[in-house]
């Protein structure tokens, strides 16, 4: 009888290669707070603004382009894929809507325009590996779409957190229903798009001109 332990197999070995290579498509809180992003200087207008514009339930993204007074240039949303979080992916999701909603800024030698991403998902404030790898998607999409990369905010039962900047709020909250645009805080009102585009499918919503 021969004692020993098995060769891994093609699919054990590839399988183990993209978990690595998801892992390293993730961004820890300490890596996003040295990143130098720019903080909002009113993040529960941006919060209570994309809240009333998109209602977002769980697994819903909403991505926001705000220009140099922090108003919406445009904004749009979708609901992430059932499939493990990875950057990559989640790049390449941010970037198809920005491609659709805003030209790009890629000939200006500074970027003029932030992008900000609110996900409402299930849990609590604390980072997860998810969060990471949304946080590295919107950086790499804001680089290849020629825009500052701005904040990550989470949508909870509990509320809404901007991670990395220890600010956030009760309300509104993943389950919240949306005020109707122009109702709330008269600060809402200069938060009305200028600019948007993108036919509504099936589990994608772009905001209206």
Same mark, same amino acid.
């Given at each position: 009888m021969t /004692?020993?332990?098995? +060769? @891994?197999? !093609?699919? =054990?070995? $590839? =399988?183990?290669?993209?978990? !690595? *290579? $998801? /892992?390293? $498509? &993730? /961004?820890? +809180? !300490?890596?996003?707070? =040295?990143?130098? &992003? +720019? /903080?909002?200087? *009113? @993040?529960r207008e941006v919060v209570g603004g994309l809240h009333s514009r998109h209602a977002p339930t769980t697994s819903m993204a909403v991505l926001a382009i705000l220009d140099h007074e922090e108003r919406i240039a445009a904004s749009a949303s979708f609901v992430r894929r059932p499939t493990p979080a990875d950057g990559w992916e989640f790049r390449n999701a941010l970037l198809a809507h920005l491609r659709r909603v805003i030209p790009h800024d890629l000939r200006r030698r500074t970027p003029v325009r932030t992008a900000v991403l609110m996900y409402c998902r299930e849990g609590d404030e604390r980072w997860t590996e998810e969060d990471g790898a949304w946080m590295w998607g919107l950086r790499d999409a804001c680089t290849l779409h020629g825009l500052r990369c701005g904040a990550y905010i989470t949508l909870t039962r509990a509320g809404w957190q901007v991670l990395g900047e220890g600010r956030g709020g009760r309300r509104p909250s993943s389950d919240s229903l949306p005020l109707p645009v122009g109702e709330g805080p008269a600060e809402l009102g200069r938060l009305t798009p200028r600019t948007a585009g993108g036919a509504t499918e099936p589990l994608r919503r772009a905001a209206a001109r």
């Open positions: /004692l020993g332990f098995a +060769p @891994p197999t !093609a699919a =054990s070995l $590839r =399988s183990s290669s993209e978990s !690595a *290579n $998801r /892992l390293a $498509r &993730i /961004l820890e +809180p !300490a890596e996003w707070a =040295s990143a130098g &992003i +720019p /903080l909002l200087s *009113n @993040p």
